[in-house]
């Protein structure tokens, strides 16, 4: 009875044993193909960074923005650093200015304002006088 019992035993674990092996078979052929898959999608996603940047002829991705020319900021004031609500917004990058490349920037927004500024200033100490 003890002998009957073992063998049964040993036939159950070899049986278990093989049902194992076929789902970590099978479990290593999804791992295989999910990893094919995500190199093919990495491979077509590279690929459409590369025809972005190609289309906006940007040649070194700005750092800030990868390229995209925007970035999202903590306040409504964004580029501009006036005060602003508190609710975070996309606008125009203020290390390229938009063009999204490292090394041609975009007309400085920060800069022209200010300049605007001091002109609006002026024309109105013109008027006063
Ligand atoms: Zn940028």
Redesign the pocket.
Known sequence: MAEWGEIKRHEITNKLLERIAKSLEKLVETMEIKGELQEKIKKLEDGRYEQFLFWRNISEP?E??DG??T?TYGSTSTWSKRPGGQIITTDI?D??WGT?DKFRKGTNLRKLNMQIKELEKRIKELEEK
């Open positions: 700005c800030e923005c995209s020319g970035k990058c290390k390229c999204g």
